[in-house]
């Protein structure tokens, strides 16, 4: 009995064993190499966007780097890789449903015109499953199992980028880019391709003025891998692609900060038995749009950050129903290449011509280091060996005439808005001629004493302000102008209206201690507000006016006398931007 018992159990386990074996076999067999699933190649120089690589370099040899962190919604779905309605119908939406990706880069930008750098991306945290296929065989072809989750490396990428060329305002440049992916990546659950990739890609933009718009093309050389049966359009295969992407930034505040959007995609470009047909097919044409913002900050705003949202357009493979992504970067000066000095000027123009570099514009200066390499240099002006033309002037006044006011009469040079271009027989407009007007930007009245000839009444242009030489009079506790006020209050208006050099000035009011703090602060603007209304109906425009009340907080005399207190009860005009009217444009 026992042995019959033992034979039984031994009997039973041989189809056991027979069909652990089996599905062993099938696991291990159906499942085989995937391929680099995300399609974002974050870009990571300090111009470039998130997306958009742009042709665009630092003047002085430049170390960067950057760091990035992004999160995709279903990368990779059921329907790119089997159009089987009863699978589909029993299955999670995605095959990958999330991926939480960090994009780490470094390089160096030299010579103001080559980039190289290294990126290598990091899957922190992948989550998915495989479709619940029905119907389908142990071993079949046409039901490849792949691993969907699981964090991994991806393929790193090197690139290696050069501009070349850009037009002579340098709105516009044309750039190549060559990278090479190598096999870095798990190829076991979509990090990888398993073997060695590359691209070869031309970068373009223009600076438009208001926007700058920007492009991508090119192709990528990849190894062939497939999924289920995409010969019979029942999977899908990889093979070499064809990358585009557009996009354009709008930049303000000087550049500091910029927004911007870019549509990016590719297809597929060839097809054999293993990968079917992929040019233009649906699941082998992802396409995406994404808006990103970024700024730029710190000491000589070295740093900069950046953030990104966008969706799928077309439901290829490896565009996500969501991506967002945040990125962190900085780069550092290395050294500076001394481009003032003559003596390292003409050292680097020997050896550059010793080197037999091109020269477009046949002006000895090789265009390696030619500021205007379409423009022959003239020789002229303050660095006559820049490689740059001095500008038309007709006059000869040392003005560009894109900048002279008066192109045809040269400026005078008299120390009075010598910057304008324009010479000045009498600039404040007060009928006393600036050869003898002793207050030559400051209207007035002529005098027979010299020093007061031309010179205002009640004020003095001091600086950076407007000395009064009478206090504004208001009625007692009240912010209505006495009219005994109005003429230095007119010298004033006169003042600004003729020096448009002073862009923005400050009426500041004070009171005395007595009385409450709160009524005192309220009068005080008040006050301030009342000047700033009586110069905008003399003709200011009030745009270069501002108005604060400080109440007794800023008191310049004691308030313990009645002297004091008449000091402190004043209205005082500060002016807070001015331009050097002198300075000469470039």
Known sequence: MGRLRFSCVRAGLVPAAFLATLLASERAGAQQPTFHLDRLQVPGAPDDGVVMFRPVTQPKPTAFAQLALGYSKNPLKASNITRDRSTLAVSETGVVNYQLTTYATIGLEFLNRFVVSASLPVTIVQGGQNPNYVGTVFGSPSATRVIADGGHLNDMRLDFRAVLARTASEKGAVGARLALLPPSGSNSNFGGDGSTSGMLMIDAEYDLNWIVVTGNTGFHFRPRNSINDPNNENGLGVGNEWRWAVGGFIPFKAGRYRIGASLFGQTGIESDAII?????????????????????????????AGASAGTLISNGYGAPDLRILGLFGVYTTLFDVDVKGPGQKNALRAKWRSEKSADSDKDGIPDDIDACPSEPEDHEGSDPNDGCPMPPDRDGDGIPDQYDKCPDQPEDKDGIEDGDGCPEDDFDKDGVPDATDACPKEPGQPSKDPKRNGCPQFIKLDGGGVEILQQVHFQTGSATILPDSFPMLQEIAS????????????????????????????????????????????????????????????????????????????????????????????
């Open 495 to 586: 003042l600004l209206k003729a020096n448009a050099s002073i862009k923005k000035m400050q009426v500041e009011g004070h009171t005395d201690d007595r009385g409450d703090d709160n009524m005192n602060l309220k009068l005080s603007q008040s006050r301030s507000e009342s000047v700033v209304k009586y110069l905008a109906q003399a003709g200011v425009d009030q745009a270069r006016l501002s108005a604060q009340g400080f109440g007794e907080t800023k008191p310049i005399e004691d308030n313990k006398t009645d002297k004091g207190r008449a000091a402190n009860r004043r209205v005082e005009f500060k002016i807070t931007e001015q331009e050097d009217a002198n300075a000469i444009k470039k």
């Open 276 to 304: 079917g047909e992929t040019t233009f097919k649906k699941r082998n044409t992802p396409l995406e749009w994404n808006a990103e913002g970024r700024m730029r900050f710190g000491p000589e705003e070295r740093f900069w």
